[in-house]
C-alpha cells in the first residue's frame, strides 16, 4: 500500500473512534423505531418501563449475549455511562477494523510468483533477449 493510502486508512479510523468514543454519547435514547412500534398500545413510565396495557414488548425476553462485556452500549464494570459507552464505541471500532482489515489482508489480490522485476509482472520487457542478428 502506498504511503498516501496508509495515511487515508489512518485519518479514517481516527475519524471513526473520535465519532464512536465521544459523538456517540450525544445521540438520541430512543433512536430504534421498532422500539416504539412494540411498544404501541401500552403506557410506559419515565424509565421505559411497561406500567399497562396490552402491546407485543410485553413478551420480550433477554438476548442470549445480555450479560456479554459489551452488552446494551457499554462495557460491563465502568460504573460511569458517558466512559463506558465510550469506550464501547472504540473498542467496537477497533473490532471491526481489526476483522476488516484482516479479511482485506487474507483476500489481497496477489500477483505472480514474486521472482522477477516490476516490469516483468506488468507485462513488460525486462528479461527479453534481443533478436538474433539485430544490435542492441
Not at 496508509?6 to 438520541?28: E, H, K, P, T
Request: proline letters at 4%; a neutral charge.
Amino acid at each position: 500500500m502506498r504511503k498516501r493510502s496508509w495515511g487515508f486508512v489512518a485519518v479514517g479510523l481516527l475519524v471513526a473512534l473520535l465519532l464512536a468514543g465521544v459523538v456517540s454519547n450525544y445521540a438520541s435514547s430512543h433512536p430504534d423505531g421498532l422500539d416504539s412500534s412494540l411498544l404501541k398500545g401500552c403506557t410506559v413510565n419515565a424509565d421505559d418501563e411497561i406500567t399497562g396495557g396490552s402491546c407485543p414488548a410485553q413478551q420480550a425476553r433477554d438476548h442470549e449475549l445480555a450479560d456479554s462485556p459489551l452488552a446494551d452500549y457499554g462495557i460491563r464494570g465502568v460504573d460511569n455511562g458517558f466512559l463506558s459507552t465510550g469506550l464501547s464505541g472504540v473498542v467496537g471500532v477497533l473490532l471491526t477494523f481489526a476483522v476488516g482489515g484482516g479479511l482485506f489482508w487474507l483476500l489481497r489480490r496477489r500477483g505472480p510468483a514474486d521472482t522477477g522485476t516490476r516490469g516483468e509482472r506488468a507485462g513488460g520487457t525486462a528479461d527479453r533477449q534481443p533478436a538474433s542478428g539485430s544490435v542492441g
